[in-house]
């Protein structure tokens, strides 16, 4: 009885309130082939936008400190979580047995011939691979896409058909990305994986996910 009256309720909620981003889009029924994404930020911005976990708005994080722009729409997988299953894949590839997840959603950067002016929006999106990148000790996956039925980039089914200067492109941003003026960085991308790595980064991101947030729907039920 609660499912049935939930859906509809919920439903005029959805068009009442707007959907906390990481919590409240469903990636799509075809995942991991295609999965609806959350894009925070797009090549135009010179400042990083990331979305505030408590409210769901987009807020601004920081200006960017050299002059490095984000080469693709870059954003997140709503209802994904980088904690232990995550975090045991890369001890697994790496030989390492230190890394833990970094506690957020899994980043995702779509690719796209169209020029996309703001972002604040969802796109669906097919992962062709991705970057085993590590901060520190923490497994900081970037995972690869390209937007789904795109004119031009739609033809990539594996990230090692890319271009090698679209690829590398995309590696120097995340590898520059976080620097700042007299420190240090302890970022490295230790490999860069295809379209079945990254669906399973994206299987295990959402079994963290549902461990994590197990009782999100008996207390969103209660209220």
Not at 55 to 75: E, F, H, I
Not at 138 to 146: F, G, P, R
């Amino acid at each position: 009885m609660v499912n049935k009256l939930m859906d509809p309720i919920g439903k005029l909620m959805g068009l009442r309130y707007k959907s906390h981003p990481w919590h409240g889009v469903d990636i799509g029924p075809r995942s991991p082939e295609v999965l609806t994404c959350y894009i925070e930020m797009v090549p135009t911005d010179t400042v990083k936008y990331e979305v505030d976990k408590k409210s769901g708005y987009l807020k601004l994080d920081r200006p960017q400190k050299y002059s490095n722009v984000v080469p693709a729409l870059y954003g997140f997988i709503p209802q994904t979580f980088s904690s232990d299953k995550v975090a045991e894949f890369c001890n697994e590839k790496t030989g390492r047995t230190d890394i833990q997840g970094d506690g957020d959603p899994i980043d995702i950067c779509v690719l796209t011939e169209k020029e996309i002016t703001h972002g604040d929006i969802i796109v669906d999106a097919r992962p062709i691979g991705g970057f085993r990148m590590i901060d520190g000790n923490e497994a900081d996956d970037k995972i690869v896409a390209v937007l789904f039925n795109d004119t031009v980039y739609s033809q990539y089914k594996d990230i090692s058909e890319l271009p090698d200067m679209v690829r590398l492109r995309l590696q120097h941003y995340f590898l520059t990305y976080k620097d700042l003026p007299g420190q240090e960085s302890n970022v490295e991308i230790r490999h860069t994986y295809g379209v079945e790595e990254a669906h399973e980064v994206i299987r295990r991101s959402l079994v963290d996910y549902t461990n994590k947030f197990e009782n999100l729907d008996s207390f969103l039920a209660s209220v």
